[in-house]
């Protein structure tokens, strides 16, 4: 009884972990009609966050993910435009907890139930890559994590998650 009471904690304990990994929730998107091969260089726009501290870690972020992928930070006039925003919002969970998972006879009741309450935060940051010239759209990519308490830990998960979003640029063109 005690041990089917420690197996249930234990694996719902893993499933509120699991629901909330460390890694980041990455999606980008793009116009299926854009040769990316044109694109050499980038100017900055604009970075909009609550917090004046993260408009140069966020440029970072990204300027060294787009280094890596052979594209020029210049300080006007880049072949793309940038815009960032990052946006926070609190999300809850609700965890509950059985005990006395089936005590009585044979399968017997569920035995006390109880549910607890998480908030924590969740910060989103989106990327646009814009081309200049036509003033469209043709690139963004968005990454959502959970927010620590420690400014260490928000800095290694935003570059993380910066890393993630760029894996797959620019778009492979056979995959349009």
């Given at each position: 009884m005690k041990m089917q009471r420690v197996v249930f904690v234990l694996v719902g304990l893993m499933l509120l972990f699991a629901g909330r990994s460390s890694a980041a929730d990455v999606k980008t998107d793009y116009d299926r009609n854009t040769n990316f091969a044109q694109y050499k260089t980038y100017s900055w726009?604009?970075?909009?966050?609550?917090?004046p501290l993260m408009v140069d870690r966020?440029?970072?972020a990204v300027n060294g993910s787009l280094?890596?992928?052979?594209?020029t930070e210049v300080p006007t006039g880049g072949d793309l435009s940038i815009v960032a925003i990052e946006v926070t919002h609190n999300q809850q969970t609700l965890d509950t907890f059985y005990n006395n998972f089936g005590g009585g006879r044979r399968f017997?009741?569920?035995?006390?139930?109880?549910?607890?309450?998480?908030?924590?935060?969740?910060?989103?940051?989106v990327v646009d890559l814009s081309d200049p010239?036509?003033?469209?759209l043709v690139w963004r990519g968005s990454a959502s994590d959970t927010l620590s308490d420690k400014s260490e830990k928000n800095i290694d998960?935003?570059?993380?998650?910066?890393?993630?979003?760029?894996?797959?640029?620019?778009?492979?063109?056979?995959?349009?």
């Open positions: 726009e604009r970075v909009q966050t609550r917090d966020i440029k970072s280094a890596a992928k052979g594209l017997g009741g569920f035995g006390d139930a109880t549910t607890t309450t998480e908030t924590y935060r969740v910060g989103t940051l010239a036509t003033k469209k998960n935003l570059d993380k998650g910066v890393v993630k979003m760029f894996k797959k640029f620019p778009p492979d063109p056979s995959k349009k």
